[in-house]
């Protein structure tokens, strides 16, 4: 039987996405804050299955996932968890 696989979300990732959500709230509205919360509890739901969907990072064990066209997620694989590192802009420069 698979072990079930945990999610731990770093207090950076968890700053940045309360941002995030705020963010959206303040400029668009709670119906888009909504959705892009589905679309993060969906793909967080969907590395549960597969760890690896997204791809790896070039120069650093960590993987990053495209959630809109603004916003992407960082996390890294263990042996039967998940560490979500980060949020962030996709226009933005990042070591990631």
């Known amino acids: 039987m698979k072990k079930e696989i ?3 979300w770093s207090p950076l990732a968890q700053l940045h996405y309360i941002e995030i959500l705020s963010y959206i709230i303040e400029n668009w ?3 888009d804050a909504h959705k892009f919360d589905d679309k993060t509890n969906t793909l967080i739901d969907l590395l ?13 064990q960590i993987r990053k996932c495209v959630i809109t066209r603004q916003t992407s997620m960082i996390y890294r694989n263990y042996n039967h968890h998940i560490e979500i590192i980060d949020f962030i802009s996709n226009y933005s420069r990042h070591s990631y």
């Open 6 to 8: 945990s999610i731990i």
């Open 29 to 31: 509205s709670i119906n």
């Open 48 to 60: 549960k299955l597969n760890q690896s969907i997204c791809p790896k990072s070039h120069s650093m």
